[in-house]
T-cell receptor, first 116, second 110 residues
Framework: SAVISQKPSRDICQRGTSLTIQCQVDSQVTMMFWYRQQPGQSLTLIAT?????????ESGFVIDKFPISRPNLTFSTLTVSNMSPEDSSIYLC?????????????FGSGTRLTVV | GQQVMQIPQYQHVQEGEDFTTYCNSS?????IQWYKQRPGGHPVFLIQLVKSGEVKKQKRLTFQFGEAKKNSSLHITATQTTDVGTYFC??????????FGPGTRLSVLP
């Protein structure tokens, strides 16, 4: 299964600023997803990052707030823009390949964001 | 939209006791996956179930998919301290994305 490097692992940011989170995968993958997980809670899908096209956002998430780039099949970034304390959460990228029935979806180690 | 529920929310067991978490979907699923997330870690894939009534085993873990493909269960026999974590089910329907349940947090007392 794929191996993901996600950076940064954690950050403390001032409100009103932006943070870009990076995910690098060791192999080419078609599907890449971005999730938010508040402490002790489940995972909520933010968007699906598609290579060569705009990301597809879930209800409640908009491109202006969470712009996503997917320049190639091994890399994606998620930016959390104009941050407020409510954006404090863990952000995870996830990838799936053709063997998702065997390997499932692989998650990055997460970015723990605190907005002050 | 599709909703996935899990019970219980928390479970505290003595080491050696069995543990079961149940997952229920508001709609019929194409397949279901189970993940384990250790404290401070990220979700790790355990298994996928596809067929109605399917049962799969991984050592002390037994996974079952209901006949109607709307519910699933994960049973751990003789829990160990290494089983500590949150267990998530994620339900999938064709053309949609996986929807994660709220998880069951398992603590194992030595």
């Amino acid at each position: 299964s794929a191996v993901i490097s996600q950076k940064p692992s954690r950050d403390i940011c001032q409100r009103g600023t932006s943070l870009t989170i990076q995910c690098q995968v060791d192999s080419q993958v078609t599907m890449m997803f971005w999730y938010r997980q508040q402490p002790g809670q489940s995972l909520t899908l933010i968007a699906t990052a598609n290579q060569g096209s705009e990301a597809t956002y879930e209800s409640g998430f908009v491109i202006d707030k969470f712009p996503i780039s997917r320049p190639n099949l091994t890399f994606s970034t998620l930016t959390v823009s104009n941050m407020s304390p409510e954006d404090s959460s863990i952000y995870l990228c996830s990838v799936g390949d053709t063997d998702t029935d065997v390997y499932g979806y692989t998650f990055g180690s997460g970015t723990r964001l605190t907005v002050v | 939209g599709q909703q996935v529920m899990q019970i219980p929310q928390y479970q505290h067991v003595q080491e050696g006791e069995d543990f079961t978490t149940y997952c229920n979907s508001s709609t019929t699923l194409s397949n279901i996956q189970w993940y384990k997330q250790r404290p401070g870690g990220h979700p790790v894939f355990l298994i996928q179930l596809v067929k109605s009534g399917e049962v799969k085993k991984q050592k002390r873990l037994t996974f079952q998919f209901g006949e109607a493909k709307k519910n699933s269960s994960l049973h751990i026999t003789a829990t160990q301290t290494t089983d500590v974590g949150t267990y998530f089910c994620a339900g999938y329907n064709y053309g949609q994305n996986f929807v994660f349940g709220p998880g069951t947090r398992l603590s194992v007392l030595p």
